[in-house]
């Protein structure tokens, strides 16, 4: 992850940004999946920006979830490839938010050492594991006492500390699915704006599956609208406001026609079947 | 209120202790049947510190203690290992649903030709018992391991050892306790019986037994309480090792 902090806000249409979204990060090809009543991919095939943080939006059972988890490896596709880079899976270090942080959480460990886990997975000595765990919440500004254990953090707070874990091998891509839904209103803001900062500090690709269009925009630099399955591509919509965004932003008239666009997407999509 | 809430428990007690001492004072039943309160419990303090009671009590401590700790060493790996795999549990499933259904009283003569009559036919049947309800625990709690901790230890990159040591164990341990606990008390059943008909001559069994046929009421009920306090007690135990250790359980 070594991407020029000068690529940070920079303007709509800087020219060193553009060159960048011609080298996609990822890229998917021909990707199928099928389940015994349903056909969710056929020949999928998609370029993930590099540096970016991108927004997964579409009907109800469209195949989000089926989407990353099949780049993240969770999901065996049927046919097809996804390369990062040029590379597989397997020689990449990605970080993966559930949507269900109680269940995705080891009770058993302190937060500390949760965040840690994948270091240890990883083979990398405790002394070691302790200083990049520090490292990444001074980095962070992350203020939670790490030695409690997760369920005795709120709920924002186990997000958090989720997100710190798959942060903590300094992965080249982000998955989240969903990360915010079980959380209420006030912390789903809060956490939305944390998301974000770990965003601008790190500029990790990242790609977060929303069910909240607000959200899915408020937070990326495109949105991806999916079509009913099987998924297709309704639309690539760029949204290029400044960050930090802030309250500010939800009531800018570019955040307003980009919502309202991907709205009127959506609810076509939606009436179509 | 906090402590009058945590004095409740003893409400019932007090009740036991009223109605008893009423009945025997008004000769409500027969006082060679019943003795008092006061008399049972006098022959249980001192033949626990002094008669042989307390020798008795230790026997059947150790017999359910030995017993439940070979079945946990023998059931917990087994469970694990049946656990981690759905297929090979299933395949398994009825026999060990069969034996766990079995009376395991029906087992003493069979175990009895085996080990012949003396504390290995005992311990052995009592451990069978409990092997047998922890193993059928122990699955469970594998099996039903949280999906979605397995698939974040997976794309965490843990292999499948892995998988299984740092999550399915500890996913497993409350359920892996409720099985110690059942087998537990299950084992102090089968000793308590076995040290009554099994040529005994010691243990608590032994001694309600005994006491009943030298018509010693205070000394039957004396050991009845102690065998009543034993059980409470190692589930007691069992509980407070299952608090220290798994303080993730139910939260
Ligand atoms: N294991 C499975 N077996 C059968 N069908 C499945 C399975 N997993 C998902 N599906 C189906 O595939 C489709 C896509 O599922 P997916 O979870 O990817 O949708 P999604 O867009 O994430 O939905 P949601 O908005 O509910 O999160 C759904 O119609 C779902 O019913
Ligand atoms: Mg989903």
Redesign the pocket.
């Known amino acids: 992850m070594t991407i020029p902090a000068s690529i940070v806000a920079s303007g709509p249409a800087g020219g060193f940004d553009e060159s960048r979204r011609t080298a996609p990060h990822v890229t998917i090809r021909s990707l199928s999946k099928h ?4 056909v ?1 991919y056929d020949r999928f095939d998609f370029d993930i920006p590099r540096g970016k943080l991108i927004s997964v939006f ?10 990353i ?1 099949m780049i993240a490896g969770l ?1 065996p596709a049927d046919a097809g490839e996804v390369l990062f880079d040029g590379r597989p899976l397997s020689r990449v270090k990605f970080g993966y938010v559930f949507q269900n942080y109680r269940e995705a959480l080891f009770p058993w460990l302190p937060a500390f050492d949760n965040i840690a886990y994948p270091l240890k997975v990883m083979g990398v000595p405790r002394a070691q594991r302790r200083q990049r765990v520090e490292r990444l919440v001074a980095h962070l500004g992350v203020k939670i006492d790490l030695s409690l254990y997760p369920y005795h953090l709120s709920g924002g707070q186990q997000q958090l500390v989720s997100i710190m874990r798959a942060l903590i091998v300094e992965p080249e891509i982000l998955f989240l ?2 990360p915010f839904s079980a959380l209420d209103y006030e912390m789903t803001l809060f956490m939305r704006d944390q998301l974000q900062r770990v965003f601008m500090e790190t500029k990790t690709t990242t790609v977060l ?1 929303s ?1 909240d269009l607000e959200e899915a925009v408020y937070l990326s630099d495109y949105v991806l609208l ?1 079509s009913r ?1 099987p998924a297709q591509v309704v639309e690539f919509v760029p949204y290029d406001a400044p960050r930090p965004r802030t309250d500010k932003t939800l009531s800018e008239p570019g955040f307003i026609a980009t919502k309202a666009h991907c709205l009127k997407l959506f609810q076509r999509e939606v009436h179509r079947g | 209120m906090k402590t009058s809430n945590a004095l409740l428990p003893l409400v019932g007690v007090a009740i036991l202790l009223a109605v008893w001492s009423l009945a025997t004072a008004l000769k409500l039943v027969d006082p060679v049947l019943l003795p008092s309160p006061l008399a049972t419990f006098r022959t249980l303090w001192e033949s626990m510190l002094s008669g042989k009671l307390g020798v008795d009590f230790l026997k059947t401590v150790m017999r359910t203690i030995s017993s439940t700790a070979i079945a946990a060493v023998i059931a917990i790996p087994l469970g694990i290992l049946l656990g981690s795999s759905e297929k090979l549990y299933r395949s398994v499933e009825f026999l060990i649903d069969f034996f766990r259904s079995t009376p395991a009283s029906a087992m003493f003569p069979l175990f009895l030709v085996l080990f012949g009559v003396g504390d290995r036919t005992k311990i052995s049947v009592a451990a069978f018992g409990a092997a047998l309800v922890i193993l059928f625990n122990v699955a469970y709690g594998v099996m039903n391991a949280r999906k979605t901790r397995l698939l974040a230890a997976k794309v965490m990159g843990a292999s499948r050892i892995r998988v299984l040591f740092d999550v399915m164990l500890l996913e497993s341990l409350p359920q892996t306790f409720v099985g110690l606990r059942n087998g537990v008390s299950l084992a102090l059943v089968i000793i308590v019986v076995a040290e009554m008909f099994i040529g005994s001559t010691d243990g608590l069994g032994q001694r309600v037994f005994e006491a009943q046929q030298l018509f010693d009421m205070p000394g039957m009920y004396a050991a009845i309480f102690a065998a009543g306090a034993l059980g409470y007690s190692l589930n007691l135990l069992f509980l407070l090792i299952e608090r220290r250790f798994v303080h993730w359980a139910g939260r």
Do not use: F, M, Q
């Not at chain 1, 389940?35 to 349903?38: C, I, K, L, S, V």
């Not at chain 1, 579409?58 to 989407?67: I, M």
């Open positions: 389940y015994p009543d349903a969710i579409g009907p109800n059972g469209c195949g989000k979830s089926t989407l988890n999901v699915d969903e599956v069910h999916l399955h």
